[in-house]
């Protein structure tokens, strides 16, 4: 990760619902029998997943993944997927029976390869078929870094999309709040705690209701984007890409925040904040679009205080977002001395593994590899991302192109860009070399993002845990993962409860051990070891 510039995502963290079987690879046999001859002239069948965004419109709606399709000479199946992915997913490669195209940040991931060996089409051998991804190869080679396996073979290519700044993850509070009231923006933790019970007890919107306002709130995670552990920069933790699993880097040591004395200070904070009634009460139940829509508000009635997103406007709404204001890290009492940090996300922000994956099966390798091929062309690869020329993106004619404004005046830009299109979860790669002016959500992420600039001066070959670039063992990654799933299995629940119940304190030893007993040990071990020799090599 040596010399890497920086440069945001998101995610968001996405997930799917598997909505039918898929067709074991490739579409109808008989067709699919056919020598290269027969198939001139007609669209070869094609079956693929895509897990995207519940705000995302049909893909038969998309106009130019349409023409895609149409210049690869394929008709693709689509199965959308929008919840519980991670559920369905294991029972369906365990059966083999998968599509031809897998579609999505790390919909497969590199532990799926090493657990279903010989599922996968292993693209190596046929990158001249798709010169686009050459291009980005040569161009970006951190990219095929990224997707080259210890061994050699590529079975996911990455995304590039350039333009997202260092962090995910912004924090807002509500300006109009703390002036109606009085208030200065706090500075610390017990600040915080303050306005927030002000928030809660004097009708801070204004509206004649002491009782609508919701003081905090988040998705119901705890690492990840826009969740309550980038609290932890308070305590000079760095998070790398959200650390959504708690891993993190530390005087060169890999470490877990999961089982950090800092963590258990931040949760027994935020129990203070729930029993004080300043969290929303369903946090932990809402889904992503109730988060979403609370933030809204009523008309230019606002309803959060404080919480984490990617920008006002797509956080809180046109109408709302002048209203917020983006803050930097606070510190966690005032008698701290240590470094604030934050979330450095450079790297899952603008680029992303594994989002698009071949079946092995595929009857139809080398149509899969045209449309493959047609995703990574930089006039398509803008419009996976920001959505079709014409409604979404305006071509100059002289080769260069701007993101249009929302065609409801009503909606955000990044509601837009996600209702339009693939968005982020997309297969893609936009050159540095494409001249498009962005639209105003992405130069108002970059005024945003100001706040944190002091907090996200870290070094990267030495704050940044760089999960992207390490390739583990199959049998690595084999343990590391039934681990992971041990070990968060334990963290969620144990945040829940300790966030709204208490217990932090009495059950942390306890806790501790079971986390080392579900695995968490053995991969902080295996970690190390592959970050030395990965620093060492770099």
């Keep these: 990760m040596k010399k890497r510039v920086n440069v945001f995502i998101s995610l968001i963290v996405v997930s799917a619902l598997l909505l039918a079987g898929c067709s074991g690879g490739g579409g109808d046999a008989n067709e699919s029998a056919e020598t290269p001859g027969d198939q001139i002239g007609k669209k070869v069948k094609l079956t693929a997943i895509i897990t995207k965004h519940p705000l995302t419109k049909p893909l038969a709606e998309m106009e130019w993944l349409q023409k895609a399709e149409e210049t690869a000479g394929v008709d693709i199946e689509w199965q959308e997927i929008t919840a519980d992915w991670g559920q369905k997913k294991g029972t369906m490669l365990a059966s083999g029976d998968i599509p031809d195209l897998f579609i999505g940040p790390n919909v497969i991931t590199d532990a799926d390869f090493a657990q279903f060996q010989g599922l996968f089409q292993d693209l190596s051998g046929m990158l001249d078929q798709a010169p686009n991804v050459q291009n980005m190869f040569n161009e970006k080679p951190d990219t095929k870094v990224i997707a080259t396996q210890s061994d050699g073979k590529i079975y ?130 809402h889904d992503y679009t109730k988060y979403q829509s609370i933030a809204r508000g009523e008309g230019d009635t606002a309803k959060v205080g404080f919480t984490w997103g990617w920008v006002a406007s797509d956080r809180f709404g046109e109408q709302l977002a002048p209203q917020y204001a983006s803050m930097p890290p606070m510190k966690v009492s005032a008698d701290y001395a240590g470094k604030l940090s934050w979330s450095y996300d450079h790297y899952s922000l603008n680029y992303g593994p594994n989002h698009i994956v071949m079946s092995a099966k595929t009857k139809n390798k080398e149509a899969a590899m045209k449309f493959i091929n047609e995703l990574y062309a930089p006039e398509v690869g803008m419009q996976v991302l920001f959505g079709s020329i014409g409604p979404n993106i305006k071509d100059n004619g002289d080769g260069t192109y701007a993101v249009l404004p929302p065609s409801d005046a009503k909606m955000d830009p990044g509601t ?74 334990l963290a969620e629940s144990s945040f829940a409860k300790w966030v709204t119940k208490g217990g932090v304190e009495s059950e942390w030893d306890t806790y501790i051990k079971e986390s080392e007993k579900a695995g968490l040990k053995q991969n902080l071990e295996i970690m190390q070891k592959y970050y030395d020799d990965y620093m060492n090599q770099n």
Excluded: C
């Excluded at 919107?205 to 306002?213: C, W």
């Excluded at 297969?427 to 993002?449: C, H, N, R, W």
């Excluded at 002091?454 to 681990?483: Q, R």
């Design 416 to 489: 837009w860009k996600w209702t339009s299109t693939m968005a982020d979860n997309g297969a893609f790669y936009i050159p540095d070399s494409l001249k498009l002016t962005l639209g105003t959500d992405m130069q108002e992420v970059l005024g945003q993002s100001e706040p944190l600039e002091a907090a996200l001066e870290v070094d990267p070959d030495k704050d940044v845990f760089p999960g992207m670039f390490i390739k583990y063992s199959t049998m690595d990654n084999n343990a590391m993962s039934l681990n992971n799933t041990n070990v968060m299995n």
């Design 156 to 285: 996911g290519l990455p995304k590039y999309q350039r333009f997202w700044p260092a962090s995910a993850s912004r924090q807002f509070i509500n300006q109009q709040w703390l002036d109606h009231l009085g208030l200065s923006m706090p500075t610390t933790w017990d600040e915080l705690y303050e306005v927030l019970v002000a928030f809660k007890e004097n009708d801070a919107n204004g509206n004649g209701d002491p009782r609508d306002e919701i003081p905090m709130d988040w998705p119901g995670g705890i690492g990840g984007y826009f969740n309550p552990a980038v609290l932890l920069g308070s305590m000079g933790i760095t998070l790398t890409d959200g650390s959504g699993q708690g891993y993190f880097v530390e005087d060169g040591q890999v470490k877990n925040f999961l089982t950090d004395e800092r963590y258990k200070t931040m949760v027994i904070f935020l129990n203070k904040l729930y029993k004080a009634g300043l969290i929303n009460p369903e946090v932990f139940t």
